[in-house]
């Protein structure tokens, strides 16, 4: 059983604006990494909220989700997301998908990818790579959560830096895993007609 995390307990100061909530389409940008990741075939998913707590538990109302906060969400530490998601997944999840809460433009076959490189290999940690850049979503597999559990005072970016020789690439032939919504200018870019 694969369980997913949506990390969308950020503070959004570049964007100026809650961008868990920001229209994407016919939705909202949280909305829609939820909405993938589900017909990417997950079992689960938990969304890690914290600012604008109820706006974004609002969003995921009758979505595949399930909202659990994060009350140290102000400090900006995604790793305390990352663990807060982790301590709500069920028991038989076997690896955890972790996916952005402003990377709308995830794609359900990339997430199908990386989830069959995990069941073929049982790797500690699965990422897409494209043109030989890791992107999101990555995924955890349990073997490995003890050492994400006790890590502190680190990004999840680092975690993955001090355990390179544990993660196994998937090529993906889409830029979409390198990119996300962060600024104001990110999101006129990226959002296009979808806004």
């Known amino acids: 059983m694969i369980g997913a995390i949506v990390l969308a307990a950020g503070l959004s100061a570049r964007m100026g604006q809650p961008k868990q909530i920001m229209r994407w389409g016919s939705t909202v940008i949280v909305r829609r990494v939820v909405d993938v990741l589900a017909e990417g075939g997950v079992d689960e998913i938990v969304a890690v909220t914290g600012g604008a707590r109820l706006e974004v538990e609002a969003a995921l109302q009758g979505s595949a989700a399930r909202a659990v906060f994060n009350p140290d969400f102000a400090n ?3 790793m305390r997301s990352l663990q807060v998601g982790l301590a709500a997944l069920s028991p038989a999840a076997e690896a955890a998908l972790v996916a952005l809460g402003d990377q709308p ?9 990386v989830a069959q490189q995990w069941r073929r290999s ?3 940690i699965v990422a897409p790579s494209f043109n030989r850049r890791r992107g999101h979503p990555v995924l955890f597999g349990r073997s490995i959560w003890a050492a994400l559990a006790a890590a502190a005072e680190t990004s999840p970016r680092d975690f993955l830096q001090t355990h390179a020789e544990r993660i196994v690439y998937v090529d993906v032939d889409t830029d979409s895993i390198l990119r996300d919504v962060d600024t104001p ?3 006129e870019r990226e959002a296009g007609g979808q806004g």
């Open 76 to 78: 900006g530490d995604m």
């Open 105 to 113: 433009q995830i794609e359900a076959g990339v997430v199908r990818t």
């Open 185 to 187: 200018e990110d999101y």
């Open 122 to 124: 049982r790797a500690d």
